[in-house]
């Protein structure tokens, strides 16, 4: 027997040369207010916005197994707390947005041992009833223009910088740095040990519960964490949007079909999926978005047939062809090579 | 020779990423009860499902009646005229006793086999016609399993592992049933762990060994310590 | 005595919500899908009911006899030619592709029919109440909750006391053993569809003669479906009835408290039975 041991990787050339390609997109990104107009800076705020969504979304969906329709819950939670702590408490946007984050945590606490009573689809949907229940409370809320909303006051948006030009880089780096973090927390959760735990439930449920992995303790951390994540998005959103309505707020097509659109084509249960899948969904609307509806419904139409078809998305189809793997999640197994 | 009733030629199947049968051929004629003996993982339910349509191969390696049914879904093949009794009975739960035989009847085919003649062939049935199926005990359980296939009026019946769990005294009562159920010229395939009781019963065997034939023979005159060899895969 | 009037209302509202959740408890039971495009579906037959009493002067109750065998159609259509390839071990494909069918509908109405709110008319119906006492309800809020009654009634005979119903019960307890007795599931599965569907044409017509409809209020509908579901517990069909009687009733109550209240006062009424009875008040099986 030839005993040279098998190596065992996680890194890949690809992925070393993917990290290093992402740390400079992500300087020229920093950069983007010395190269780039504001048209084009409000576009990249709000792609970083719903690439963070996606990226949540798609750790709950395609990690966890906790498909939610319900996310805009959380979303419309973060505005909301932004709108009121930065009005009634006076707070500087920045502490209102972790202050969103915490608050949101604390929430779905009780919402999760609530929702996670239902299994499977039905949960998706007890998590959509839980989203109007807040819309509908946030509608009862007078100090915050009840149903019609209310907009943030000049004070507020002047206390966040001075001058608009200074606010506007302010908020495209929050939105950048919001992104950075998602993805990198997602990221180093995956490869942590409950990360490592969550594959094994995406796997095969039995089989992880026998090999004594909490599943349940897992799974409600994950929908906790994320809960604040989406919070603190929804909270920048609406700091960029300066105004908030239940309606805007709760958007279930907003905030949580047009996530799962991007999920599903750029390829579920992959870190890459969400970014591709953002990239298309942002090029498609900047062509398409005129069509008003009828983009909508093609939108609908491809998520269908990505869905049938080839339902690990774009990213599958990629990884299928070149064999690659941006981000080092799983390991490689190389057979030994031979030596001269 | 006239041609069998059904035969697979080349037969291969696979159970999940196991492949489970290899190059399988054999036969049976109309009329007759073939038993299929073999140790566990041998390949023989695996047999069954390819037969049964529960699992699906190519047109050409399953043959009935001269026509390729191996690539046929499992309804179809019901419809040609083949039922099969699977391991562990499989009744239905929401369904009583009575719903799950004349359930067995959906394929519309005539015959003797209708309530009534299920009934004589198992009287206990008729007093739990109205309770739950799977309330019943397993040996009653496994009337209704035999009845249910019998209410399709078969050409060919297959009968997996129908003494499985069960105490001797209704293992005794079903298999004395049996030649009552193939007098009137139904085939039967006998999937049973019991060499001796299959080969009581049947008049040819086949004997598989990892997803092989490994003996065949007349059930009557065949040699016990050749099926042991053929069996253990024991080599002289 | 308002209370009592807010009861009554509740009551017959809850005949319509569990209309709404017929269809979906159905398809549930036999398959295990849960379709999320299923308010859209009945908005979408509520607009094919106005359609047919424009096209063909017909009344909006008579449209039923088009609505109901096309909605059938289209379940089957659906059904067949969709989401037979979804069903599996794997959630997702089902969950997701209901979800795009939901949004491909919900802007389909849009195009077709603007977001301008409509409603059909029923003429001397709309009005028409019958008076106990000091009491009033409305003809057409009873005949609603009559034919919930009898649409439940005929579902519940069709389950237990027909050939269809034994293959649905049948597929539903194992697919595999089903199709050996000659059942082909994906044509079992596409009736299914179809019935939903046509129940789903009832609730459609019944909902745009009661209330104005535009093509958004899909989701709303289908939540309250989905309650009267899980308040009444899964695959019992007098429990759906009964669930959907306790939210329209929490509904009126919360109305008459503060008008603000009905929606919201319906949805902490199901939240509470999730918090206290997790498998519904009359459960039959498990999710």
Redesign the interface.
Known sequence: MNNTPLQVSRGSRASVTAMFIGLIILAILIAAPWWAGRADMRLMGELFLYLSLASLWNLMAGYAGLVSVGQQAYVGFGGYVLFALTIFAGVHPAVALLGAGVLAALVAIPVATLVFRLRGAYFAIGTWVVAEVFRLSFAQVSSLGGGSGTSLPTSVIKSMASGRQAREWMSYWMALALAVVVITSVFFFLRSRKGLALSAIRDNELAAASLGINIWRTKFLVYVVTAALTAMVGALIFLQKLRISPDAAFSVNDWTAFVIFIVVIGGIGSLEGPIIGTLVFFALRETLADLGTVYLIALGSVAIVVMLKAPQGLWGIIRARWDLQLFPLGYRVHPPSVKK | MPEPLLSTSQLCAWYGDFQALFDLDLMINEGEIVAIIGANGAGKTTLMHSI???SINKPHQVIYRGRQIGAL????V??EGI??V?EGR?L????TVE?NL???A??GRKGDWQLPTVYQLFPILQERRTTPATELSGGQQQMVAIG?ALM?NPDLILLDEISLGLAPVIIKTIYAALPGIVEGGMSAMIVEQDISKALAVSSRFYCLQEGRVALEGQSQTVQRDAISRAYFGVQK | MIWINALLQGILLGGLYALFAAGLSLIFGVMRLVNIAHGDLIVLAAYLGLSTTIVLGLHPLLAMIIVIPLMALLGYILQRGILNQTLGDDLLPPLLVTFGLSVIIQNALLEGYSADPQKMNVGALETASLSLGSLSLGVLPLLTFAIAVAVIGSLHWMFYHTALG??F??V???Q??????????RHVFGIAMALSLAITGIAGILLGVRTNFDPSIGGARLIFGFEAVIIGGLGNLWGTLAGGVILGVAQTIGAQINPGWQLLAGHLAFLIVLAVRPRGLFPRMTG
């Open positions: 049964a349509g529960l879904r499992a309804d179809q019901a419809f039922a099969l699977p499989q239905f739960a929401s369904l719903e004349v359930i067995g959906q394929t249910r399709a | 034994r293959a019960r049948a539903s307890d194992n595999d053993i089903a199709q050996l007795m000659g059942l082909n599931k």
